[in-house]
């Protein structure tokens, strides 16, 4: 009798073993994600990228415009964004989940926000509402600065203008990126011109400049300044696929400061997303244990040890 289980004992732990290793198909090797060109998309898939190459995944990540990534997850092109402001893309999630094109794997910021701003010393003179900035055309010179070109913000701003809310019909979205947008934010303030921009946390604007959020927007920016969760996104179908870099995916959680840091090493220092993303995570090892959690390496081997050693801790 014991020597029966003892035999079925071991076959439990080689099922085990063998459903761990089995647990990601081939085709899960390569994790493809997209990356609108904003730097808190960047430095978060940039600390996925260590955490999937420690896990024997690689990463492939393509820079896209937000309605770009989507049809291109649509179409099964992409298999992870870590970037649904919600609800900012309510418009672009409605659509696909009508076609039934994506999953949500769950929340990985909270507490972020996304609005209109302008530089505190703006503020200071009256600008502290969107009702505001009708009365002040001619200083703005009748221009909101926006990001790239197909971004959910700009449509929104344009619709408030094209509604002639707030009394802005004739003003103009001035399309650029997050880059151009900040460098037209920092002529601005070393001048102490007037300026209307998009802002947002996580971002390392907010301590790089001294600005105040705009009241009153919540009708195309949402309550609480525009106040949001981060989404992490999958294609219909990829997390049955692939369930051990789904859990994975499940299982990443940022904050504020965090993002804060890693944009500031990138935007202010300069540093390769890569190279921010291994400083972070040498500097943070405490973040990596409820990330992997239950994961295992793309060979079924225990993940977090892995992970530590491709790091070097």
């Known amino acids: 009798m014991k ?20 647990a990601d198909a081939p085709s899960c090797k390569t994790i493809r994600m997209s990356d609108p060109g904003w730097t808190d998309i960047t430095s978060t898939n940039a600390i996925a990228g260590e955490v999937l190459a420690g896990l024997g995944y690689k990463q492939e990540v393509q820079t ?6 989507y049809e291109s997850m649509k ?18 999630i409605d659509a696909l989940n009508e076609a039934k094109a994506v999953e949500v794997l769950g929340v990985n910021l909270t507490g972020a926000k996304f609005t209109l701003a302008v530089p505190s010393y703006v503020a200071d003179a009256g600008v502290k509402d969107f009702k505001d ?17 197909g971004a959910p913000a700009n449509a ?16 103009k979205v001035v399309e650029s990126g997050e880059q151009a ?10 001048g102490k011109k007037w300026i209307v921009f998009l802002a947002w946390a996580p971002h390392p604007m907010n301590e790089t400049f001294a600005i105040t959020y705009l009241a009153g927007g919540d009708a195309y920016f949402g309550a609480n300044y525009g106040g949001a969760d981060v989404r992490t996104l999958a294609r219909t179908g990829w997390s049955a696929e692939c369930p051990n870099a789904a859990a994975l995916f499940r299982n990443l959680k940022f904050d504020l400061g965090m993002e804060n840091a890693m944009m500031g090493k990138i935007l202010d220092d300069g540093q390769e997303p890569s190279v921010a993303a291994k400083e972070w995570l040498k500097a943070h090892p405490e973040a990596l244990e409820p990330w992997l959690a239950g994961i295992t390496t793309f060979d079924g081997k225990p993940g977090l040890p892995a992970v530590k050693a491709a790091l070097g801790l």
């Not at 020597?3 to 089995?22: D, E, N, P, V, Y």
């Not at 896209?64 to 990534?69: A, D, F, K, R, T």
């Not at 099964?76 to 402001?85: A, K, Q, T, Y």
């Not at 703005?140 to 790239?148: K, L, M, R, T, V």
């Open 3 to 22: 020597r029966i289980l003892r035999a079925a004992c071991a076959l439990s732990l080689f099922l085990a073993a063998g459903t761990a290793f089995a």
């Open 64 to 69: 896209l415009s937000v309605p770009i990534g």
């Open 75 to 92: 179409n099964g092109d992409l298999d992870v964004f870590l970037g649904n402001w919600m609800p900012a893309q309510q418009k672009f």
């Open 133 to 149: 900035l009708a009365p002040n055309a001619a200083k703005f010179g009748s221009e909101i600065f926006g990001i790239e070109p």
């Open 156 to 171: 929104n701003i344009q619709k408030m203008i094209d509604a002639d809310d707030f009394g802005l019909k004739g003003w």
């Open 181 to 190: 947008m900040l460098a037209q934010v920092k002529r601005a303030t070393n």
